[in-house]
């Protein structure tokens, strides 16, 4: 069923992908690498709408989520750039045009960032994280 070029029941495929990936860094901090089978999931979801959808059909859906993913990223960006003003923290881009293929990256990343920020989560030993750290020293 489509609505406007994008797909119902495939967006509801990649909104189980996220909401999936998104529960996993909430609800159990352990399962932190369960992020990689998540976005492994969407993209192998992605590659299968464009064989089976009309490509028009598949690249609205993926960008839906992808404008989303942006959104996300953007207004944690802006965030953290608010929260560490005065800091050494280099801020990261606000605008990734690379971001309607890395959305299923930049959702996760953005919403452990904020979970680390507010002191829910443990963070994970990435270069960002790393940063940030040397940073709170």
């Known amino acids: 069923?489509?609505?406007?070029?994008?797909?119902?029941?495939?967006?509801?495929?990649?909104?189980?992908?996220?909401?999936?990936?998104?529960?996993?860094?909430?609800?159990?901090?352990?399962?932190?690498?369960?992020?990689?089978?998540?976005?492994?999931?969407?993209?192998?979801?992605?590659?299968?709408?464009?064989?089976?959808?009309?490509?028009?059909?598949?690249?609205?859906?993926w960008c839906i989520f992808a404008a989303f993913g942006g959104g996300v990223a953007f207004a944690y960006e802006l965030w953290a750039r608010w929260r560490y003003r005065g800091t050494n923290r280099t801020p990261r881009p606000l605008i990734l045009l690379q971001g309607f293929i890395l959305w299923p990256t930049m959702v996760p990343e953005a919403v452990e960032g904020v979970l680390v920020d507010a002191g829910v989560l443990e963070p994970s030993w990435n270069a960002s994280t790393a940063e940030h750290l040397q940073q709170r020293g």
């Open 1 to 61: 069923m489509n609505i406007w070029y994008i797909n119902v029941l495939w967006a509801l495929m990649l909104l189980g992908v996220a909401l999936f990936t998104g529960c996993c860094l909430v609800f159990n901090p352990v399962l932190k690498s369960v992020r990689i089978m998540g976005i492994a999931t969407a993209y192998a979801i992605g590659a299968w709408m464009f064989v089976t959808l009309e490509w028009r059909v598949a690249l609205a859906t």
